[in-house]
């Protein structure tokens, strides 16, 4: 019979394991001839189906091998031999635990983030008592042929609608952003923001009151509620109950204080109030309650424990299509969608609180498994090429009664002590990665606190459990394996040059990801840097933004022009290129589109050096309502083919916006108006009216920066004596714009440094087993005559191999990746350097000569009589 | 010790090893049943019938010799033991006294 036609192996494996020593004999040999008998009736292939089938029906009570307690038992036994080899073993090769412990702790550190991380991500939340009833109103809107937007946010009337006609709804609130203000209470003036919640909203979620009553509080038009702090600070410790607050002119009074909110709550507030008040306040507002109206209302919606959704959202769908009946070109759907996960939910525009996109907490943990699968590399690469010393160990255990499981048991021991004490030392990184990690960015800070609760504690626990024996699994396999017999006769029997082919493979996988992530992270930061550096198509260098927080633009330009620094004062409603936007729609005969929008004074453009291809800056400042001019980019004229895409010719035609009819006056050249992530698109410049709300751009003088920011504090402080002034210069704007980019940089530079940390210590370790277990050998050599040189280039030979396959995958795969996967999504990107994909590989190798350059070189200069005597 | 009764198909299963007297190992017992039932016995119950027999002490069992033939392991044979032997007798004699007091029509018009 050919060996190919034995019935498979595995389900004969499978049969050894749970069959009962005293049937198995027989059994297999049944099993066998009805197999052959098989083969000759039926074919190989339904006779090895057939083999299967009555392996798998076998699987009888009476067949099945009885837990072995007394085993089990003396595990239990053994593990306190196991801990004192440990020690032993653990103590003797103080170079290789140490490269173990040090890569392993260095590892898990980043696991220990992530997962502190991912479980405050997901106790986000979960102090509402009824949080698994809570679902919040999602709206979908879509707008002729622009692709649809999902929205956190909706309309009132939505929740109208629910509370009318959805059967289950239990309660139903709504709550609106938006209210900022100054609180004067007495002769003392606090700047607060608040968001309108209705008489509901206190019911809905979790936020108890330690004063008022939470049934009524917000049901009376111009009713507060203060949380404590806000309370403390306001009327510091009186009771605030039925005090009146005032805003503007009008007065307020507090019915309530809310406890201070936890820290990890999707929703926010220092102050509600009444959602009454605004109701009030909009009556005449035509658009209030109109079914589009979707940009700032949230409705969340308490329903009964382990609702049916689905008629629900059917019932939804329904009124979503009765109401969007009303529009020609766009239509408004609202669905359900649970609250648990609010956070996570980042593809949502219009937020209320803190969200990410879950992707982000798939890449961290998919980074420090990385990391963490690196270091266990390390672990079984030098394990196993240890094995050599500790096979006579195994050998005499095996000799005087050890089982393969005891061996096995022995070992992932080891390696889960070993995991322990690494944890211990991780968990002192993990601090220090925790404070960096929160100061990397100000939104991380904001969205986590990574405070350690006894879950966390656990899940750490579990981690280095789950590390222990991943990095012990395939030593303690190999170990167990070892046939007792040969070992003892003669070391050089075991087969542990046939493991050789995975430990270079283990080499190559870790120096190929270091490459990637050191070559990712070059090639990250000159994007950041080109973003940077970009040509936005306006100057914005020594130019200072300052937000008018309700202040008259007017007078403030005036004290600013006071100061000799200044050399120009312009307006703008909001800053360019940060990635906010302002939309209009444009029409032009009988084309209409949206545009963005800025509106400026005459002095924006020269300050800003915007380019005038055609026409003129704003010259006259327009009385009120008689605005009648307008400057356009050239995506204007192309998108609206005006006068044929000629700037020159286009000075005086007419378009429309928002109802108004403007005059063509000045062209200027296409400038980013987003971010780069962007194309740019069509924009106009209308002329501000002397409007509180927006900015003054200052443009200064170079030279003593911090004294004329000074300057310009004072002079904001002659007119403003209550907010502080915001202040920030353009080019550290657009820094911030694209902080996330310089994050990532940071986060991924950060795990590349410890990719290649961990990798050199791998290698730094096989090295110095190699040139140990080869020292003979090069004595010899050397006595033979062999040349230094020669003896260096011998031992590193192999290494240097290994170090160039990984280069060749590398840095292929990291250009491919970032090419034609990442930096598609960015059309304005810096071209792919060469230099930046060989600059690390240059510094990864020079690392790696140094290392194995100084151990070979140590045994080659070694005095061969020295070695060779004890022989 | 579960009851010594003997089921139907332990009967048969019994009465088989002694049929086979020498040669009754799990495979042959399987194709004589087929003979003689006209039935297929599954290897797998009939394997677990066996395993019954013994448990009660109905049968015996010892390990063959090894051979060539299926991969090498060794057939279990099975004879009856003394038990065995009683409980076979003893429902071969119930099994006579009741057709013995069968009245002669009773059975002959539904064949």
Known sequence: MKATDQPPRWATRFLQWYCRPRLLEDLEGDLFEYFERNVKNKGLRRARIVYVIDVIKFLRPYTIRKIEFFNLFIHWIMIGSYLKTSRRSLVRNKLFSLINIIGLAVSMSVGLLVIAVITDLNSYDDFHQEGDRIYRVITTFRNADQPPMELASTSVKAGQKIRETVAGAEQVTTFRNGFSGDARVGNSTFPLEAIWADNAFLKVFTFPLVKGNAATALEEPYSLVLSEKTARKMFGEADPIGKP?????????????????????????????????????????????????????????????????????????????????????????ISLKPMN?????GKLSNNVGPAISPVVTWVLSGLAFVIILSACFNYTNLSVARSLRRSREVGIRKIIGARKSHVLGQFMAESVIIAMLALLFSFGLFLFLKKEFLALDPNISDLVSLDLSFKTILYFIALACFVGL??????????????????????????????????KALIVIQYTLSLFFIAATLVGYNQYKGLLRFDLGFETENIVNIRMQGNKPDIMAKQFAEIPAVKEVSRSLMITSLGSYHGSTLKYG????????????????????????????????????????????????????????????????????DGQALTIIGVIRDFHYGTLEAKIEPVIFRYSANEPSGYLNVKIASGDLPGTMEMLETAWRKVDKVHPIQAKFYNDQIESAYSQFSVMVKIIGF??????????????GMVVFTTETKLKEISIRKVLGASEGGLVYFLCEGFLILLIVSALIAIPATYFFFDKIVLENFPYHQPINMLELLAGVVVVMLLAFLMIGSQTVKAARNNPAKVLKSE | MKGTNLGEFEELVLLTIASLASEAYSVAI??????????????????????????????????????????????????????????????????????????????????
């Open chain 1, 751 to 764: 795990i590349a440094f410890l990719a290649i940390c961990i990798a050199s210590l791998g290698l730094f």
């Open chain 1, 245 to 333: 607050v005032m805003f503007d002119t009008t007065s307020y009074v507090v019915r309530g204080v809310v406890k201070d909110l936890p820290k990890l709550s999707h929703i926010r507030f220092e102050m509600l109030v009444s959602f009454a008040t605004i109701e009030a306040q909009q009556a005449e507002k035509t658009n209030f309650y109109d079914w589009d109206n979707v940009w700032s209302n949230y409705v969340y919606v308490l329903m009964p424990a382990h609702p049916a959704l689905a008629p629900v959202q059917s019932e939804l769908a329904k009124i979503s299509k009765q109401e969007s009946a009303a529009y020609k070109d766009k239509s408004v759907s």
């Open chain 1, 341 to 345: 996960g609010a956070v996570l939910g």
């Open chain 2, 30 to 111: 399987c194709d004589e049943l087929e003979k003689y039932t006209g039935r297929t016995a599954k290897l797998g119950v009939v394997h677990s019938v066996l395993n019954r027999l013994e448990e009660k002490g109905l049968a015996k069992s010892r390990l063959g010799e090894a051979s060539s033939t299926r991969g090498g392991k060794r057939k279990r044979f099975y004879e009856v033991s003394h038990a065995g032997k009683v409980a076979l007798t003893k429902s071969k004699e119930v099994r006579e006294n009741i057709w013995r007091n069968i009245p002669g029509f009773n059975l002959e018009g539904s064949i």
């Open chain 1, 590 to 657: 009988l084309d209409s589109n949206n545009v963005w929008l800025n509106l400026i004074d005459e002095h924006y453009m020269p300050l800003h050096d915007h380019k005038l291809l055609a026409g003129t800056n704003f010259k006259l400042k327009p009385e009120k309502g008689k605005e009648s001019e307008v400057i356009v980019n050239e995506q204007v004229l192309k998108r609206f083919n005006i006068a044929k895409r000629n700037p020159e010719n286009a000075l005086g035609k007419v378009v429309t916006v």
């Open chain 1, 470 to 503: 991943a990095a012990g699994f395939l030593p303690a396999l190999f170990f167990s394996r070892i046939n007792a017999l040969l070992v003892m006769k003669d070391v050089s029997n075991l087969t542990l040059f046939r493991r050789v082919g995975m430990r």
